[in-house]
């Protein structure tokens, strides 16, 4: 290997490592997945998976079926989430099979979503 070889590929290895500490990089931010008034009112569109879910009924006594996510909030701006003692849980209404709604349990109890475009 050449002497000149050598130089780029320690130079190129240099870079890398000293742009790795810049200490300036900053996380992405992750999408709302929907928005309210605040973390204690749930939002009116869910956008779920790139799927848009309309609040049909902000308390219902349905019972949840399979849990599928969780979304944090931050002043009223819901994005999906890690489990936490914060976080809000989103559920299929019954088998994910056969029923496309969403119930999104959180401060106010549980939410009904029906899908977009579906009574």
Same mark, same amino acid.
Request: hydrophobic fraction near 35%; aromatic fraction near 8%.
């Given at each position: 290997?050449?002497?000149?070889?050598?130089?780029?590929?320690?130079?190129?290895?240099?870079?890398?490592?000293?742009?790795?500490?810049?200490?300036?990089?900053? &996380?992405?931010?992750?999408?709302?997945?929907?928005? %309210?008034?605040?973390?204690?009112?749930?939002?009116?569109? #869910?956008?779920? *998976? =790139?799927?848009?879910?309309?609040?049909?009924?902000?308390?219902?006594?349905?019972?949840?079926?399979?849990?599928?996510?969780?979304?944090?909030?931050?002043?009223?701006?819901?994005?999906?989430?890690? &489990?936490?003692?914060?976080?809000?849980?989103?559920? %299929?209404?019954?088998?994910?099979?056969?029923?496309?709604? #969403?119930?999104? *349990? =959180?401060?106010?109890?549980?939410?009904?979503?029906?899908?977009?475009?579906?009574?």
């Amino acid at each position: 290997m050449s002497k000149f070889k050598c130089i780029r590929i320690a130079a190129v290895i240099g870079i890398l490592i000293l742009s790795g500490c810049s200490g300036t990089t900053s &996380e992405p931010e992750i999408p709302a997945i929907g928005n %309210s008034t605040s973390c204690k009112e749930p939002p009116e569109v #869910l956008n779920w *998976l =790139g799927t848009n879910y309309s609040l049909k009924e902000a308390s219902t006594s349905l019972e949840p079926g399979m849990k599928i996510g969780f979304v944090q909030c931050d002043d009223g701006r819901f994005a999906l989430g890690d &489990e936490g003692p914060q976080s809000f849980r989103v559920y %299929s209404n019954g088998d994910p099979r056969t029923n496309n709604d #969403l119930l999104f *349990l =959180g401060a106010w109890g549980r939410a009904l979503y029906t899908k977009q475009g579906e009574k």
